[in-house]
């Protein structure tokens, strides 16, 4: 698949695109494989939800490609690095981390509005994120929303935990301030989605402010495979409220991403 012109423009000026037919049927299997895999016996960043009303599940999981073959190959191997770095116009795309959301039928759970890059011990402006739906996903079932434009305000929202869960708090960043409510005045925003059919993808940008409603469907499972990628100006930085679990014990702050965390799959002239 290649991009158009149009495509490009669009995530630059809104913060995320829709991608029809991204990823093929072979791919859907080894993620499908893979997601079941990772509910049967939850890898070590495991970070599911507690059901709201009792009813449903919400799991949640990341860094699963490195302990899972079917997600390494897809991170690595699939069309998403080279359409990162047509998206991004880089040289060359670093791996930041992949993350599972499995909302199954009934899970009313919301996905609090945020944007990413707080969360993420990154500095820089090349960073973006491919969500994969496994499923058809809609309002009902509880498709991503994004607020157009917002990755241009410059601000960062302060990180905090999705609902009850065995994760402890974000510390607070003084430079952080507090995410909008967006949901209670939401006739204020220019609020934009996209509904999915398997295989698609959405793509946006790290600071693009976005949240999801629950899956209120009763039959319709809704599994989105999240793999957030990085650019040529990237570098590491554990500013306070990142995200424990995504920090690296050897990089300095201001180091390049290359390493085993955040391997280098993508350059130009290179491969994939």
Partial sequence: MTLSRKDIEAFHADG????????????????????????????SFYHGYEPEDGRGRFHGNLRTWESHDGFRRFCFESPLPRLAAEILGCRRIN?????????????????RWHNDQPYWPVDGNQILSFWVALDPTSAGTGAVEFVRGSHRWGRFYQPEVFGRTHLDGYESNPDYEPTPDVESARADYDIFSFDLEPG??????????????????????????????????VTYSTRPGTNLDLRNSVLRDGDPLDSAQYP????????R
């Avoid at 037919?21 to 016996?41: F, K, M, P, T, Y």
């Avoid at 280098?264 to 491969?271: D, F, K, L, S, Y």
């Fill in 16 to 43: 995320a695109i829709a991608l029809r037919g991204v990823v093929g049927a072979e791919w859907l299997r080894v993620l499908a494989d893979a997601i079941e895999d990772d509910i049967a016996n939850p890898g």
């Fill in 95 to 111: 791996l930041l981390y992949d993350q599972l959301f499995v909302k199954e039928p009934g899970t009313l759970n919301r996905t």
């Fill in 200 to 233: 698609d993808v959405y793509a946006f940008h790290a600071l693009v402010l976005h949240g999801a409603a629950g899956n209120a469907s009763e039959q319709v499972r809704r599994r989105g495979y999240a793999v957030r990628y990085t650019g040529n100006d």
């Fill in 264 to 271: 280098r799959v993508w350059e130009a002239g290179g491969g």
